[in-house]
């Protein structure tokens, strides 16, 4: 059985930063790729950013030169750095991660979600 576990976000004051980050644990062939969502209440989930190929990298517009995406391929982990936090960056962040298993198809995880809240 594959998951992704999520530790801990947490309270911020705006201009702050926080640092996410995600473990992809299990029957692991390899992870195609890996990103951030995020939702807030009332809102649909959206994209912050993700990495495919270790390299490729994809932000959303509201987070460009602020969060940053990375991976630890050896530990199967990706991080969030999200620097210069605004009160609208408040959200529940999910982890996502493409995985092809060694027995079982490939799928598509999602972690639990951590709370990062902003104040202002």
């Known amino acids: 059985q594959v998951q992704l576990v999520e530790p801990g976000g947490g309270l911020v004051q705006a201009g702050g930063s926080l640092r996410l980050s995600c473990a992809a644990s299990?029957?692991?062939?390899?992870?195609?790729?890996m990103a951030w969502y995020r939702q807030a209440p009332g809102k649909q989930r959206e994209l912050v950013a993700a990495?495919?190929?270790?390299?490729?990298?994809n932000y959303a517009d509201s987070v460009k030169g602020r969060f940053t995406i990375s991976t630890n391929n050896t530990k199967n982990m990706v991080y969030l750095q999200m620097n210069s936090l605004k009160p609208e960056d408040s959200a529940v962040y999910y982890c996502?991660?493409?995985?092809?298993?060694?027995?079982?198809?490939?799928?598509?995880?999602w972690g639990q979600g951590t709370q990062v809240t902003v104040s202002s």
């Open positions: 299990g029957s692991i062939f390899r992870i195609n790729n």
């Open positions: 996502n991660a493409g995985i092809t298993q060694w027995y079982g198809p490939s799928t598509s995880l």
């Open positions: 990495i495919s190929s270790g390299t490729t990298t």
